[in-house]
């Protein structure tokens, strides 16, 4: 029983490289998010899904890009990354975005940028 | 837009001790309401969270929280930490917009033998 699974755990970039955060989650779950976490914020929202071919902005989408082709997988892009986006990130699923409902958080990715 | 607000960004509390964290939010409306724990290094874990029906919930590791809509509140509360309740706690609102979870600032919470 995987839940949300997040690849890679830890990773180390120079600034103005590109990579891509995968997320896949196995719970047929329509709605999946991104956010990041940074010391004394909290977690800030930063690109939704509510199903596949849909997404959205959240509260700090610059820098980032999403898509969602499939229902279980959720990739976020780094453009050309920049120290700013030194984080740890997370990927979240729920069930359609309504009430009554939680989310399922992934182990999370370490994101360094020097 | 709704908003979270945690009391406190650091507690320091000896094993025994009460623990209350408060939490306070913004939208008017219906709410989902939860508590989550991130233990060093680890993910997001539920503590507990309130849908509707009794304002008092349980949750897991001995934690309650209690839901008070006048106040726009649902603190945490425990009544006897131990030294592995040391961890950040956040709470989280979903309100309006009902995929989006709404996170507070979190509180570490540490805890001395």
């Known amino acids: 029983n995987a839940g949300v699974t997040q690849t890679p755990k830890f990773q180390v970039l120079k600034t103005g490289q590109s990579m891509t955060l995968q997320c896949a989650q196995d719970?047929?779950?329509?709605?999946m998010s991104w956010y990041r976490q940074d010391p004394g914020m909290g977690l800030r929202l930063i690109h939704y899904s509510v199903g596949a071919g849909i997404t959205d902005q959240g509260e700090v989408p610059n820098g980032y890009n999403v898509s969602r082709s499939t229902t279980e997988d959720f990739p976020l892009r780094l453009l050309s990354a920049a120290p700013s986006q030194t984080s740890v990130y997370f990927c979240?699923?729920?069930?359609?975005?309504?009430?009554?409902?939680?989310?399922?958080f992934g182990q999370g990715t370490r994101l360094t940028v020097v | 837009a709704q908003s979270v607000s945690q009391h406190n960004h650091h507690v320091i509390l000896s094993e025994a001790a009460s623990l209350e964290l408060g939490c306070n939010y913004s939208?008017?409306?219906?709410?989902?309401l939860f508590w989550y724990v991130q233990y060093p290094g680890q993910h997001l874990q539920l503590l507990l969270k309130y849908f509707s029906g009794d304002p008092l919930v349980k949750g897991i590791k001995g934690f309650e929280a209690e839901f008070i809509k006048s106040k726009f509140s649902f603190n945490l509360r425990k009544p006897s930490v131990q030294w592995s309740d040391t961890a950040e706690y956040f709470c989280a609102v979903k309100g309006g917009s009902w995929g989006k979870l709404q996170f507070g600032a979190g509180t570490q919470v540490v805890v001395t033998p």
């Open positions: 939208y008017g409306g219906t709410v989902n």
């Open positions: 979240a699923s729920s069930e359609a975005g309504r009430r009554n409902t939680e989310a399922f």
């Open positions: 719970m047929n779950h329509e709605y």
